[in-house]
């Protein structure tokens, strides 16, 4: 059979749907929508597969043969040309940063809820150290380093976090072929942050009092906004993340209710927060201080995320017991024999102060957007709402007591 001429396929793109061969596999495919083809049609393995070159013009009949003889060469030495197309459309990876890159994409976006935790940590913690790194030039000397820049810093939780990263990091390294060993595989948390502990940590109304109060001291130096989030943390039990990150349009302060969604949910459930007659009012005042942001709380200086950071407010609680990351001339600490406390622990303390204000355990659990255990929680898909309202205006009124001068 003749094959094509370049006079031929231009009039044959015009024409019905059909496929003309060229001869040796090739041939241009035209479909009734969308642009013309090449495809190269061969055998592999005892297999019949059909390989696409690329589109008409873009591809012309000249690019099209020397692109299917390519192919064909690979057929000759035994790679299936798709196979090899493949290898060649993947991504090149050589560093660490760009080994981050790919597992970030292709698992951690699709596998995790809130991605932008590992995401933090490594870009923090491991990218100024190995981000250049070739991969197989990281070793567990590095890593070492790595654990040990965050230990010395005071954050023995992140350490961990970080430890655990670094070991699933090259580990898809592994998964790609991209090295042959995992320098973080030797180490474990005793190397790290140690045994973690669940933290106890609750305020008492005596600590909460003192803490507010040098708070109120300190305000143009700890900051109006970090105080009224402190007391919104305080009175709504909500987890940092979700209060740090809310969006205005997510309030209703006429209705007095927080709707927040279930892409911002730990629990991925959406939930409707009843808001205290006070937090409405520390909400109006914030409002006033956003200028106009989508955001409650708006990044403070130029920086990636629009909001307020995850470590903003318990840097600023810790400045004021006398630590500061990265320093070392500490600060004065303002906060006299108090216990070190972080935003987590003011969840703690609402769910404390809401026993001791007799609301039900079940209620209370519902107020921090907790699932409820064993049978109560697959039968009773009730949200309690009016009683979490009665059990945050409760816990306002009692903290209320604590935060005079607010």
């Known amino acids: 059979m003749a094959k094509l001429t370049a006079t031929q396929v231009a ?70 040309p798709l196979v090899e197309k493949q290898k060649r459309q993947t991504p090149d990876i050589q560093t660490t940063r760009q080994l981050f890159d790919d597992w970030y994409q292709s698992d951690l976006t699709k596998r995790l809820q809130h991605p932008q935790i590992p995401k933090r940590i490594y870009t923090k913690e491991i990218d100024p150290v190995i981000g250049n790194y070739p991969i197989n030039d990281v070793t567990p000397k590095d890593i070492r380093r790595i654990i040990q820049r965050v230990v010395e ?46 933290r106890e940590r609750a305020l ?13 001291q300190n305000i ?7 105080y009224l989030a402190c007391c919104l943390f ?65 990044a403070r200086r130029a920086s990636k995320r629009p909001h307020m950071g995850p470590d903003t407010l318990n ?22 024999d108090l216990e070190h406390f972080t935003v987590h622990d003011l969840r703690r303390t609402f ?14 659990e519902r107020c921090l957007n907790h699932k409820l255990k064993g049978v109560e929680g697959i039968y009773d898909r009730h949200d309690y709402f009016l009683q979490r309202k009665d059990a945050h205006e409760k816990v306002a009124n009692k903290a209320l007591s604590f935060l005079a001068g607010n």
Not at 272 to 298: D, H, M, N, R
Not at 322 to 336: A, D, V
């Open 234 to 298: 305080l009175v709504l039990g909500v987890r940092k993340s979700e209060l740090c990150e809310a969006l205005w349009e997510e309030f209703d302060l006429d209705a007095a209710v927080w709707e927040l969604p279930a892409h911002r949910s730990k629990t991925g459930t959406a939930i409707s927060i009843p808001l205290p007659t006070q937090a409405v009012e520390w909400l109006a005042t914030l409002k006033g201080f956003a200028c106009g942001s989508a955001y409650v709380f708006p």
């Open 220 to 226: 143009s130096s700890f900051g109006r906004d970090n």
């Open 315 to 336: 840097r600023a609680i810790s400045k004021l017991f006398g630590r500061e990351t990265g320093r070392k001339r500490q600060p004065p600490n303002k906060m006299g």
């Open 204 to 216: 008492t109304p005596e600590e909460i009092q003192h803490a507010f109060e040098v708070f109120r």
């Open 11 to 80: 009039s044959l793109a015009k024409r019905d749907a059909k496929k003309h061969t060229d001869g040796g596999g090739l041939y241009f495919c035209v479909r009734n929508a969308g642009s013309p083809y090449w495809m190269l049609r061969y055998s592999h393995a005892g297999k019949r597969r059909e390989a696409t070159l690329g589109a008409y013009p873009a591809l012309s009949l000249a690019e099209a043969r020397l692109r299917a003889e390519n192919m064909k060469k690979d057929l000759r030495e035994g790679r299936d």
């Open 351 to 364: 769910r404390s102060l809401a026993a001791a204000e007799g609301v039900p355990s079940h209620v209370a």
């Open 153 to 198: 810093s005071g954050r023995p939780t992140i350490a961990n976090d970080t430890l655990m990263y670094l070991k699933q990091l090259f580990r898809h390294g592994m998964k790609l072929g991209l090295c042959n060993t995992n320098p973080a595989a030797p180490f474990t948390a005793t190397d790290a942050g140690g045994l973690e502990h669940s």
